[in-house]
C-alpha cells in the first residue's frame, strides 16, 4: 500500500493523531501456538464464562461487562482480563508504531 507523500509528510511534522480501535492487537502474539487474542465477541464470551454462566454467552461485550463487574467488582474483572492479555507480546508491525512522531495517540479501550 502506497501511502500520498503529504500524509507522510505530515506524519514525519508530527501533525498527525494515530487513532486505534479495538483490533489494533489482532495479531499479537501467544507463548501457546495458535493462540489468538480474542475480539469482540469472542472476549465477551470469556466473560460471561468466567464470572456469569454460559447462558449469558452470545450477548454484547459492553453489556457483560456491566454485568459481570456489577456482579463481582471492576477490580475483579480488570484482573482477570489483564492475567489473560499480559501473555500476549506485540508483533513486528506493532513495534513500529513508537517510531512515528505521533501528534497523539487515541484509542477506543
Known sequence: MNLPKALIDQI???NVVLFLGSGASYGALHPIP???IPL???LSDMIATKFLGDEYK???L???SELAISQTNLFNVQQ???????KFEPTDFHKL???FN???IFTTG
Not at 482477570?80 to 499480559?86: A, G, H, P, S, T
Open 12 to 14: 514525519q511534522e508530527g
Open 34 to 36: 495458535n493462540t489468538k
Open 40 to 42: 469482540g465477541q469472542t
Open 58 to 60: 452470545n450477548q454484547p
Open 62 to 64: 459492553s453489556h457483560i
Open 80 to 86: 482477570f482480563l489483564r492475567d489473560y492479555f499480559e
Open 97 to 99: 508504531l513508537p517510531q
Open 102 to 104: 505521533w501528534k497523539s
